[in-house]
């Protein structure tokens, strides 16, 4: 780990002041889960890092319009614990859950799953965010068992974020607060595919602070999370997914369907949430939208076991809020 | 695996500068050098000085000769680190000391000090082999059991998903958490 | 001659009886001080530079920066100019300076120019690895060929087992100092009484000038024999830095990139069989990879190696990666998942209940009767009768569950060891051995032994080991401790008590060789009356004290220790067949190893080798990157391990019998590591009702086999 000096503001605006241009300039620290791994493999190598944990105003879940404002540094722990999330978003819950280890629970913070790098072994590596070797990516002639299954390239990883396809799902939308002021950005928009080595994955600027995420009230909407992990213990989910069903009576007025793990932003399946409107829920309709989540799907040499994975997620995530066992 | 880079002991700091007469920071900004800190480890306040870049794992095991935890991935993801944090099990390893000031942290040394039952429990039940994860798990169920009186066997396994052991004493591990929680159950004695 | 024999089962009081380990009241606490646990005063901390290029010549290694960089005592180079470095990973250099921090931050300053040279990191496809690929000779016997026409069955299939690591949580490396010729060291070792004669050897000095000390050690699985060029190298800083204590464990990527591994093994098996299940042919097509130096063939076909016709032709290829060590059982969870798998498809093919025709086929083996009573026990614990169905056939909305059969043989027998064991006059009594409790609860049965031998309570005895200076014992491998501990415990303890009688004998008016030592006393056997407690019998000794030494002779271990274990493990799967997701339900293990001295610590023995069976059978793989020549997983995140959800029940029963118990102690930590990945694996081809002949079992692979395809 190279050295950083530290700063531990008590503000937002303390804590603004002490960004810069650059991702090199200043670090956000909040429950340290990514960037401290990060910071010892030398991909994140700040001059200063900015300890968020002493900004009061960051934490705390509170009602609000009808819905609930979530500050930036609640935990997945805090998560869990608040009776009105639990009451009216189980696919938050189940998404929260999926992060198996207590551990991680109790440190990592809303912000960072949101705000953490891909986990993609050659970016890991130290082979770059695109995995690029001579103009050439590394990962669709490699060892890509875990990686995207839509997108294009040249991302191939896939976003690490577990909240992300339930936030998106729900249509939350998430605060970003520099020294120059604020902007509100859809939970759909702030995740980006990188086309090159120096952009990012997300749109938070480096002197920016995601400080809070604002989830519209879900009252009558079914939602519900599946994730496909391989061991119970922690461990990445292979895919994930987030459904949101509005509903009329018996059938979808409307569905939102976020796949998560399958590609280098959440993944919404349009059509398949088209395909869902005025249908009941049902084995085989939930079946069906799966196979429609994933008709888009251009699997890599070694991970087409994935596009199965994500249409079974999807399957089970409709089932399991149509309130039919999974 | 990285044979150039920068020292971390020379920093650069030019653009910040020209950023800090535009904007002068309020709060405090400490390091890169190090810097005195004040832990609250076991009940007692203990004072070192650390780079800013050390984590709390490191501070225990190098300067204050607090070895019960270890490093072993080094990543957060094993659990051999583990400590207690304002009450909440965390990762030692993937903490920084300087950012932990002011919290009440206990380690195993703390716990077993006290007599905790379940140190007696992975006795009895074998629950450790070389015995280098096994005090990860003690904090570790030490840290849900507070949570999880007299739990089930389900319950244990999915409250102890963030440690890890090699030689596999899961068995009596499991048996181990449960059978303190029987222990603690209307007398808690931690 | 003293009768150094067991005493008879039925006169035990403490051999035989579950007993907590001693040490576990120090290891839970985290009192315990492990190696990388020391802090001596004045410590260094040392960090290597190792080769990002996994076949490169080394060109220049620029040293300067570094060198001059504040607070660095001392900086080596260890793969000089015109190095050909055959692996990432390997060691170019290394730094001590007064902190790890400080190390790494000079490390960093050191510029290394490399001439990058072609690599091949990997052995799957025997077809892309040119010259790199040797085959031994064929092996034939019978005739292979007429069998196969005769058969009434035969199944044809590739199966293949990757390169695992061992994946200690403590990682190898040391404390060390030297001064001038003489070296105090601190290693996370399994070979107490030989690593320093091993680090001898390089720093060019006498073995007796190391001291070698360890109280307790992380795991070492057998991957922690020698000395390593990192112990070597700090010895070295030490020396250049005053004779400072230097401390260099390896950080995780290092350690699951060069600290060792288990070879893989792939082999293309043809096995044919007559009607009733009766195996009479043969033919395997193997090869393997332990790294750079190529990987041999497992033992196949295994166990049921009496088939009587059979062709046997092996490739060893040699890779760019990290070398292979011993690995819990060398070869033989590969040889044991290998042949498991093919006599299990062979079953399927005939429509035979698998258990019946591993029945029917004991008589191929070296201990037919042993295995049909493990087969049948372990049968029983699992309820196969009731639970057992024909390939896919027991079905639960997408759920399938299956059972399998795996099967184990190990040698085991006792390792040379000397122990010393000394009686002073207050009665307290110790006993000295150049061994090593690696956490297998060596200490627990060297103290049993030595208290069943004396008459006395286990916590009268002081068990002295973890130094060199005390007599030679064995490193830990090969499941020979137990057997080799105990028996030359036993020896010293008895010749110690000889000498305690010939001294007491007299005072007692009793011939020595009528005295037993019972319940911390010694008396008149057959007179329990005529005695004297074992503190007035020290008392006699005045100011003297009796020392006695006491050796296991692999050559003739008087009945108190032997080889040939053999076992069985079942297991019970759940397989998700929409994600490939496979459940452990349950693990059943019998296994027999002659005398049990502690059956708890056995049976953990037993239930760890099970866990890391399943971590090898569903997770565990190192993953190899041709592209970068780099391992992709050396992390605990993608290097996956079972965590305490992952792995079901495990019920262990020892075999513990008269019969067995006469043919005296046998090492127990290889075999039960053996046979579970084969069951593991023969259980999910049950479930799903085909085979996936790669593991581990993940995901891909299942839904892969599923849908009719060999690879993901």
Known sequence: MQNFEYANPKTIQEATALLGASWSDANLLAGGTDLISLMKEELATPKRVVSLKGIKDLGGIHKSGGGLRIGATVTFDELLENAAVRAEYPSLVEAAHGVSSPQIRNMGTVGGDLCQRPRCWYFRGGEGLLGMKNGKSLIPGGENRYHAIFGNGPAYFVSASSLAPALIALGAKFKLVSASGNREVAADKFFVAPQNETTREIVLAPNEILTEILIPSAKGVKNATYEVRHKEALDWPLATASVALTMKGNSVANARIVLGHVGPVPYSASAAEKWLAGKTITESVADEAGKAAVADAKPLSQNEYKVQLARVAVKRALLEAGGKKA | ?190 | ?712
């Open chain 3, 1 to 712: 001659m003293p009768d150094y024999s067991w005493p008879p089962m039925e006169k035990r009081r403490i051999v035989g009886k579950r007993t907590s380990r001693l040490d576990g009241p120090d290891k839970a606490s985290g009192k315990a001080k492990y190696p990388s646990d020391l802090n001596p005063p004045g410590l260094l901390h040392a960090v290597m530079l190792t080769s990002p290029h996994a076949h490169a010549r080394v060109k220049t290694v620029d040293i300067a920066a570094a060198k001059k960089f504040p607070g660095v005592t001392a900086i080596r180079v260890i793969s000089g100019p015109g190095t050909e470095v055959q692996w990432a990973g390997t060691e170019i250099a290394i730094v001590a300076a007064t902190s790890e921090a400080i190390a790494r931050d000079a490390v960093a300053l050191i510029k290394v120019d490399y001439e990058v040279l072609p690599h091949v990191v990997r052995e799957d496809d025997l077809g892309k690895v040119g010259n790199r690929a040797k085959a031994a000779g064929e092996q034939v016997t019978g005739d292979p060929d007429a069998a196969f026409k005769e058969a009434d069955a035969i199944s044809e299939n590739l199966y293949s087992i990757p390169v695992i690591t061992h994946c200690c949580l403590e990682p190898h490396g040391q404390v060390i100092a030297m001064k001038g010729d003489k070296v105090d060291y601190w290693p996370s070792t399994q070979a107490v009484s030989t690593v320093g004669g091993d680090l001898a050897k390089y720093l060019e000095i006498p073995a007796s000038n190391v001291h070698v000390q360890m109280d307790y050690m992380g795991g070492g699985f057998g991957g922690k024999f020698p000395a390593d060029r990192w112990g070597v190298e700090s010895a070295q800083l030490s020396k250049e830095s005053g004779g400072r204590p230097v401390k260099m464990f390896l950080d995780r990527e290092t350690e699951l990139t060069i600290a060792g591994v288990r070879p893989s093994a792939f082999a293309n098996i043809k096995i044919g069989a007559k009607k009733d299940g009766t195996i009479i042919a043969w033919q395997s097509q193997s090869w393997a990879s332990g790294g750079f130096g190529g990987g041999g063939m497992p033992p196949l076909p295994y166990v049921f190696n009496k088939i009587p016709n059979y062709r046997l032709n092996h490739t060893a290829v040699s890779i760019n990666a990290g070398s292979a060590r011993a690995w819990r059982a060398p070869n033989n969870p590969q040889a044991s998942f290998l042949t498991c798998s093919a006599i299990d498809d062979l079953a399927a093919k005939l429509n035979m209940d698998p258990l019946d025709m591993f029945l029917k086929n004991v008589g191929l083996t070296i201990r037919p009767d042993t295995y049909r009573l493990q087969l049948n026990k372990a049968a029983e614990m699992i309820e196969w009768k009731k639970n057992w169905r024909p390939r896919g056939q027991n079905k639960d909305g997408y759920m399938r569950r299956g059972l399998g059969i795996g099967i184990s043989t190990w040698g085991g027998a006792g390792h040379a060891s000397k122990a010393r064991t000394t009686i002073h006059p207050d009665g307290s009594v110790e006993v000295e051995l150049g061994s090593q409790d690696i956490g297998s609860g060596t200490r627990t049965v060297i103290s049993m032994v030595a208290a069943e031998t004396l008459g006395l309570p286990i916590s009268m005895i002081k068990v002295k080991i973890g130094d060199n200076l005390y007599p030679v014992s064995g490193p830990s491998g090969g499941s020979t401790t137990v057997g080799g501990v105990s028996s030359s415990t036993r020896k010293a303890a008895v010749n110690a008590l000889q000498k305690l009688y010939d001294i007491v004998g007299p005072i007692l008016n009793a011939p020595p060789d009528r005295l037993e030592a019972v319940d911390g006393k010694i008396r008149m056997i057959g007179n329990p009356d005529k005695g004297m407690s074992w503190q007035q019998a020290c008392q006699k000794l005045g100011v003297n004290t009796i020392t006695e030494m006491g050796e296991n002779d692999t050559k003739r271990t008087e009945g108190l220790n032997t080889g040939g274990a053999s076992g069985i493990q079942m297991a019970d799967v759940s397989v998700d067949i929409e994600t490939g997701v496979v459940k452990m339900n349950k693990l059943v293990a019998v296994h027999d190893c002659g005398l049990v001295i502690n059956p708890k610590t056995a049976e953990s023995q037993v239930l760890g080798a099970c866990i890391m069976s399943v971590c090898s059978a569903l997770m565990e793989e190192r993953v190899m990157d041709q592209q970068t020549g780099r391992v992709l997983n050396a992390d605990m995140e993608f290097y996956k391990l079972a965590g305490i959800a992952d792995i079901g029940d495990i019920v262990v029963h020892m075999d513990i019998t008269p019969d067995n118990d006469k043919r005296g102690v046998i090492g127990l930590g290889e075999p039960p590591a053996v046979p579970g990945v084969a069951a593991i694996a023969n259980a999910v081809a049950n479930a799903i009702g085909v085979r996936v002949p790669s593991v581990p079992l993940i995901p891909s692979r299942v839904l892969a086999a599923l849908n009719g395809r060999r690879n993901a």
């Open chain 2, 1 to 190: 695996m990285r044979g150039v880079g920068l020292s971390g002991g020379v920093l650069s700091t030019g653009l910040l500068e020209q950023e800090a007469q535009a904007a002068p920071p309020a709060a405090p900004v400490s390091g890169p050098a190090a810097v005195p800190i004040t832990l609250r480890i076991n009940g007692k306040s203990v004072n070192t000085s650390v780079e800013p870049r050390e984590t709390l794992l490191d501070t225990m095991r190098n300067s204050l000769d607090l070895t019960a935890a270890k490093r072993v991935c080094d990543r957060g993801t094993c659990g051999a680190c583990t400590i207690i944090v304002s009450g909440k099990v965390m990762y030692s390893c993937t903490m920084l000391a300087i950012d932990s000031q002011g919290k009440e942290i206990e380690t195993l040394e703390g716990i077993s000090a006290k007599n905790h039952p379940i140190i007696a429990a992975f006795v009895a039940n074998d629950a450790q082999q070389c015995g280098y994860c096994t005090p990860g798990f003690v904090v570790a169920s030490k840290g849900f059991l507070d949570k999880h009186p007299n739990p089930t066997y389900e319950e244990v396994k999915k409250g102890l998903g963030g440690n890890l052991c090699r030689c596999g004493t899961y068995m009596g591990i499991r048996q181990a958490v449960v059978d303190a929680g029987k222990q603690l159950k209307g007398g808690r004695n931690a």
